[in-house]
């Protein structure tokens, strides 16, 4: 949670993003992939790209993730605004990912 | 099934030793390097504490670092636990071992499926930056069930294998089963693909916790098959080891006091080194006291003696002990001496097994005291209590340690008393304590029912208690019976009468016959000095008679001469006596002759 300034995809927004997440995935795993496409296809639905999102990749930064409280992949971790959530899994649920993240549909 | 464990050994350098005592022997070693090893048991049966302690041993002993993954604690909750062990765990935690907590908190929101190959990859880097040698994955079962997917399940199961093949460390992972229902469906699959699995139960009898741990397979190795005895002590858990099945115990001719002489002569010479002494005998026979001596006495040759007791604690024991002249203070304060006192209510008999075990590991002791030993059968059954006694003796024996084992019995009656723990047959000295009841008393009597390899008394004795200890009478027998207590006092005194009076018997008869010997010289010398006399009379008569004879022929010739007798008749009368007068001496004998010629003519 400490480390927010490398992201990966950052979609241009001028304003304060309505959403800050982090994703860890495993680079090529199945799950990873899916999720990757999941949260994609959920974020350009219904945030238009006022969103922040990190994919960190575990295998290329273990002990960050070990850090960071990660134990499954992929795990997505809602940053801001507060609560923070964490959700585990490919993320196919999309109403359950949805109202974990707080967006209304 | 089974081989000797040193063969094993050779046939498999390969082993790491968990350091679990008792469960190294189990296993012929421990587990295998580099291999996963798995741990199915019901909840409470032990698994985490396993898992635990061989990692904690691991980087104790052989300095290898650990990690151990909790999926269903947190390394708060499982630091705390660990403190009732004195593992030093806080410690080892900061530098050996690493501690990932893996449980997903109930915030947690899951949508579709995931899997572990991002935890096994932080896993890998953790374990290159420290250079962990082990792994724990401990409660897997928990993060299995998120998986909600048997199928998930199985393949995350195989990931975790291969990554542990990947990364060459010694693994163990636990799983929760439910007492013998699930568990072949849930993990099956899991038991097929690990090298070693090892099954933790723990189950009431008797109102008794009894924990039990058993291998149930092992890869490629040699193990003990069977269920066995786990209890947890301060140093953590303890496997109640197999024992070998052949007995190989080694004989010692060497005999060591059984507490007193007099004992030790019925004994016919002490007990064997390293043998087995049962006393039994209804409460307040003084076995305690017997038991007490025996240690005392072992004390005093200077050898590190340890007194277990199930009924009494230390303090009441020495106390008592003391009131009958046993004095185990000083030994205790010096060192030789450890007592040690336990509950047997709620612990199995083979809780205590490993207890003594570790006891004896500890003190190293050469003689061992158990009173009494029929207390461990208070508590979780009397099979095992059978059992558990029957392997104190071997294991005393194994370990050459001289012990003697307290049995309370029911009735008075050896053969009976025998039978509830059945280890009268085991024990190599067996010495019965009674009471015997006769004439308004009751007197305790010992006898010794058995004794292996030596000569020893089959008379029933007395055994007094006195402020100079545990003492056997002396030994008086009326109508075929040994007297006791009062009836043996009596006897005593009137024995005592008995000899002063034989004494003084014996005095006067001597006396008796001195006078007559002084009689009898008295009246020898009497006779001899008559016999002289009566010889001195003999004597002097013959020489008056002689003197008279001599006198009277004088006489004769005097007359003869006054009267101017013939003396030529005179001469011729008397030849023989007529003794020449006058000058013609040398003429005689011719004239004799003449003469005679002359008197035979003459008539």
């Known amino acids: 949670m400490r480390r927010k300034k490398t992201p990966i995809k950052s979609p241009a927004s001028a304003v304060m993003p309505a959403l800050v997440m982090r994703l860890y995935v495993v680079n090529n795993a199945p799950n990873s992939l899916l999720a990757i496409a999941n949260l994609a296809a959920i974020c350009k639905e219904f945030l238009h790209d006022n969103f922040k999102l990190e994919i960190v990749d575990v295998l290329a930064e273990p002990l960050r993730a070990l850090a960071d409280g990660i134990l499954v992949t992929p795990s997505l971790a809602k940053l801001s605004p507060s609560p923070a959530a964490n959700i585990v899994g490919n993320l196919s649920d999309k109403s359950g990912v949805m109202r974990a993240l707080g967006i209304r549909g | 099934m089974k081989v000797t464990k040193t063969a094993a050994l050779q046939q498999l350098p390969s082993k790491m030793a968990t350091g679990i005592q008792g469960f190294d022997e189990l296993s012929h070693g421990g587990l295998t390097l580099n291999r996963t090893s798995l741990l199915l048991g019901g909840p409470g049966s032990g698994k985490t504490v396993f898992a635990l302690q061989t990692l904690i041993n691991a980087a104790r002993r052989r300095d290898e670092p650990g990690i151990f993954v909790a999926f269903e604690e947190t390394t708060r909750q499982i630091i705390a636990n660990a403190a009732c062990f004195n593992w030093g765990l806080p410690a080892l935690a900061r530098n050996k071992l690493f501690f990932l907590e893996a449980h997903l908190s109930p915030e947690v929101v899951q949508s579709g499926a995931f899997d572990l190959s991002g935890m096994l990859a932080m896993l890998k880097a953790k374990k290159q930056e420290m250079g962990a040698r082990w792994i724990v994955f401990d409660g897997i079962d928990v993060l299995l069930t998120l998986l909600q997917n048997p199928i998930a399940e199985m393949r995350e199961i195989y990931r975790i294998r291969d990554w542990l093949a990947d990364n060459e460390m010694n693994a163990i992972v636990t799983a929760k089963i439910e007492d013998g229902i699930s568990e072949t469906v849930n993990y099956g699959f899991m038991q097929f693909m690990m090298d070693c699995v090892i099954r933790l139960s723990r189950r009431l009898e008797h109102g008794v916790s009894l924990h039990r741990i058993q291998i149930t397979k092992y890869r490629g190795s040699d193990f003990v098959a069977g269920e066995y005895p786990v209890s947890f002590g301060s140093s953590g858990m303890e496997v109640g080891a197999p024992e070998p099945s052949e007995i190989k115990h080694t004989a010692s001719t060497e005999r060591i006091s059984a507490g007193f002489e007099r004992l030790d002569t019925m004994l016919g010479g002490g007990l064997f080194r390293g043998s087995s002494t049962l006393i039994t005998g209804v409460p307040g026979t003084s076995k305690t006291t017997l038991a007490g001596k025996f240690a005392e006495a072992a004390c005093r040759r200077g050898e590190r003696t340890l ?297």
Request: charged share 30%; net charge positive; proline share 3%.
């Open chain 2, 307 to 603: 007194f277990v007791s199930f009924d009494e604690g230390a303090e009441p024991i020495m106390r008592n002990l003391a009131s009958v002249g046993i004095q185990f203070k000083p030994h205790v304060k010096s060192g030789l001496l450890r007592m040690y006192s336990a509950r047997t209510e709620s612990i199995g008999a083979e809780d205590h097994l490993i207890k003594l075990k570790a006891l004896i590991r500890e003190h190293r002791p050469r003689c061992l005291v158990i009173d009494p030993l029929s207390a461990i059968a208070k508590a979780g059954g009397l099979v095992a209590a059978r059992a558990v006694a029957n392997r104190i003796i071997y294991m005393a024996k194994d370990e050459k340690v001289t012990v003697m084992i307290t049995a309370i019995s029911e009735g008075d009656d050896p053969q009976t008393e025998a039978t509830e723990l059945q280890i009268s047959t085991v024990a190599d000295t067996w010495i019965h304590l009674s009471y015997i009841v006769r004439s308004g008393e009751r007197n305790r009597a010992l006898t010794i029912i058995k004794s292996r390899g030596t000569w020893h008394s089959n008379q029933v004795r007395e055994l007094v208690l006195s402020e100079a200890g545990p003492m056997l009478a002396d030994v008086y027998t009326a109508g075929g019976e040994v007297l006791m207590g009062t009836l043996r006092w009596e006897k005593e005194v009137e024995e005592s009468a008995r000899k002063t009076q034989r004494r003084a018997d014996v005095d006067h008869k001597q006396r008796e016959l001195q006078f007559v010997e002084a009689d009898t010289r008295a009246r020898i010398k009497a006779l001899e000095l008559d016999l002289q006399r009566q010889r001195a009379e003999l004597a002097s008569y013959s020489r008056d008679n002689e003197a008279r004879t001599l006198s009277s022929s004088e006489r004769e010739h005097e007359l003869c001469k006054m009267r101017s007798a013939d003396p030529e008749r005179r001469a011729g009368l008397t030849p023989a006596n007529a003794k020449p007068k006058g000058g013609n001496g040398s003429g005689h004998s011719g004239n004799g002759k003449k003469a005679r010629k002359e008197v035979r003519d003459a008539p």
